[in-house]
């Protein structure tokens, strides 16, 4: 009697809806970091809801087999997870991503052996397994080419063919699509689906290599809806509700975030395919060689400064979260409070490496949420502060953005840290950011350098503060 409930499909079906639901409300929680981690877990408890009722198939069999492959995936996925630095979290993306997609490629071609070369399903199916199969391949490959350049396992300088990168790309893509249309025609043969999945497998490998390391979270986000809409694929050819709606989901806010994060760079989804931006990161150090004097400042008069303004504009990016300078930003913040100056956060959209990066390092270091003020509400106050402290945030303040049609950033809205009365900027060296290039704010006559690790120099402008 039991057995016979559980396993009805009108069963399975209330499942798969209370599991869609909780992705949907999971995915709007997402929409701020207060309610995200609530939206996440909301969202996996959908899934773990989702997977209960496909085991409830009739058709699954060798339960033991799948729950081994489980195993495995939560030995390495949970530890991964809670170990991973939130400054390597792109490319956790990156790998977690390609695998889905890979997972997707590989049923399709489990499909293609099951049904002799899909001689004994409708047409659509095959049609949509072999999308599948191309685009899971696809968005493999080439999460692993993004997850090795954000590692620094392969060089994040653009790769190119030359001109032979167009002819070879589309080469490729029409092979795989060829084959394709081979086996829908009628041909059986094993061979056409393994070069099909060699195919998308080198387009995958070609279509990011010539991408420049700058572009890869953007690169990482089309991976991802890509890999949705080949697990929504998979879906229609298996008829699973639950992987059509997953994958659809997944596909639609991939594709709403890529185009977010290519508008807040002013760049087209198509220019960043094209490649050719982004220099790798501090390799591209550079000397100033944009001729102007480079002025070296001490924490205590960057503590003076901020102390006697009426306004600070921190302004954060990619080296405070690789310094984990937050607590000590937040304390900074309390103790010009306490002093009677107002503290506002400038957030750029692309700030560090991920959507949101600098929203969450700040949610988590308990900074009120209405201290944290978008790009397009704070630009406007800049002529009217005293002081911006930038920590550790370089191609999100430079002005050549603005002013220099030549700079592989120009069109890019920036914060205008430059129209400041006074500018300080805490980091390192006078490396370049992760566009490769030199920033002119640097060395402009209101700015001065703190050298050091971002959050060393924050705790250090902390005594001074405390001290005066
Ligand atoms: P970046 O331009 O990458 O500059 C970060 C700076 O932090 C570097 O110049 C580095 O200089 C400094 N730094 C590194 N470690 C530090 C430490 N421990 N202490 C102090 N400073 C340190 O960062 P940004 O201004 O945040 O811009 C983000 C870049 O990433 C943009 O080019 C953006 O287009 C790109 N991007 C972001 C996203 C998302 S979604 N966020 C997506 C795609 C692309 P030193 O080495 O001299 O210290």
Known sequence: MLASFVTDPNFRAVLYIISFSLFIYGLSGLTGPKTAVRGNRLAALGMAIAVIATFLYD???????????????????????????????????????????????????????????YAHVPTYVAIFSLFS?????????????????????????????????????????????????????????ELLIILLLIAAALFGNLLVLPIGGADMPVV????????????????????????????MLVGCSGTILTQQMAQAMNRSIGSIIAGGFGGGGSAAASADTSGGTVRATSAADAAIQMAYARQVIVVPGYGMAVSQAQHAVREMTKLLEEKGVTVKFAIHPVAGRMPGHMNVLLAEADVPYDQLKEMDEINGEFGRTDVSLVIGANDVTNPDARNKPDSPIYGMPILNVDESQSIIVLKRSMS??????????FTNP???MLFGDAKQSVENIIEELKAL
């Open 59 to 117: 058709e699954v069999n060798n339960i033991p087999l799948i729950v081994a492959g489980v195993v495995v995936g939560t030995v390495i996925g949970v530890p991964a997870a809670k170990m991973v630095k939130m400054t390597a979290m792109p490319q956790m993306v990156a790998l977690f991503n390609g695998v889905g997609g890979g997972a997707v490629a590989l049923i399709a071609w489990v499909e293609f052996r099951e049904s002799g070369g």
């Open 133 to 189: 199969a191309i685009v899971g391949s696809v968005s493999f490959w080439g999460s692993n080419i993004a997850f090795a350049k954000l590692q620094e396992l392969i060089d994040g300088r653009p790769r190119t063919l030359g001109p032979l990168q167009i002819p070879v790309n589309a080469g490729l893509i029409l092979a795989a699509v060829g084959l394709a249309a081979a086996i829908v025609a009628g041909s059986h043969n």
């Open 220 to 247: 990482i986000s089309l991976l991802n809806a890509f890999t949705g809409l080949a697990a929504a694929a998979a879906g229609v050819a298996l008829d699973n509700t639950a992987l059509i709606v997953a994958g």
């Open 432 to 441: 370049a950011g992760y566009a490769g290039i030199d920033n002119p704010l």
């Open 446 to 448: 209101k700015t001065s």
